[in-house]
């Protein structure tokens, strides 16, 4: 149901183990891109001789009859906020040009180069991943394949835009992004990938700049399930044991009958419902049923929630001395938290508790959540310059997958479209530490939905 075709970690890694292309070939075709066409506007750094050495060294590795990992000579990226060492971290922003250079890579960036993942560049976002639409005015907004050639173009989704843009245009093979409040799965289901989003406490952070220190975390952009199971479990360091589809017809799951399709437009309704039809017809029970927490969560986070309180906690003093070289529509946001007291803190600590676990009770009886990742297509670029469109438009791309990384949930997103139509994901969700379960029910409806 893809509109793009791309190759898949697994095709390229038996390519290279059979020596019909090479890890220096990859990579010199991935800066080609890079370095040309959209790649100023989706990467902030490439690493051209950094790549190309480490590349030529997982040349002659591989020559011995050494092979690192599934990622070993394949070009990955990383979003602009994970710490690369000898270079800046700017998280897309001009905020922290004179800020010294890493000393070390971050934690996970360093496991990627220990597999012989070939680290591109920095990919382009959301300044300090404070949006879900990807739009950036300090390096430009890197543009959906969807129908780019129309106007402006559309956007990316956010904040990990050039991560998207990155695969979809075959700068690398897959990229690694954050998730705070969406910001994998948004732009992988407005590009047409796939993308994951881990229970937060399973990959490290050390190295990586913060935007809210209770709900980040980090995950994969790729071309498919089996791509971002690999990726995740060389994050985590564990060992990757192949994901085995879960049988369909063993599934029930739950499809909120509120909130998540809330101004969905017509394309959206209509990708979901057939995803949803051609799930019922291989045997999965579909139980739809209202999820009353999910229409709490606008109260609980109405003064901000935790990423305003700690976005403020982090950027006080960088907005105290260069206020006005922020995105005005990322800064204003962040002032929120200046508002909130230690007291109403302590108080959204306790209301999340409660909140996970009347929503665990609840999908105590399911094997994970289905929904729409998000309820609309990609908007264009123009139309998000009115300031109400802007913030209306990114409530909107936010609500569904903020409701997991709120839950401290893991969950997948999938495209759902017919070929040659808008890019639609579809979101398969569950409570924190169900991460095999979600891959594994992933990969059985990834293999229907590709038929």
Known sequence: MN?????????????????STTSVQLTQQALARANSGEGPQVYTQVFDEQALAAAAAADALRQAGVRRSAVDGLPISVKDLFDIKGRPTRAGSVILNDAPAALDNARVVQRLINAGAIIIGTTNMTEFAYSGLGVNPHYGTPRNPWERTIGEGRIPGGSSS???????????????????????RIPSALCGLTGFKPTARRIPKEGILPLSSTLDSIGPLAASVECCAILDALMTGEHYTPIAPKPLESLRLLFPSNAVLDGADDHVAASYAHALSLLSAAGVSIVEQAVPPFD?????????????????????????????AYDPRVVSRMLRGKQISAADYIDLLHR???WIQQLQTQLADFDAMIMPTVPVIAPTIAELRDEEVYHKTNLLLLRNPTFINFLDGCALSLPCHAPGTAPVGVSIAAAGGQDRTVLAIAKAVETLLQR
């Open 352 to 354: 999340r508790e409660e």
């Open 3 to 19: 509109n793009f075709a791309f190759p898949s970690l697994t095709s390229l890694s038996h390519a290279l183990d059979a020596g």
């Open 296 to 324: 709490q969560l606008p109260d609980i986070n109405a003064q901000g929630g935790f990423i305003a309180a700690e976005a403020w906690a982090w950027h006080r003093q960088l907005i105290a001395d260069k206020a006005d």
């Open 162 to 184: 050039g991560a998207a843009v990155s695969v979809t245009d075959a700068m690398a093979v897959a990229a690694i992004g954050s998730d705070t409040g969406g910001s994998v």
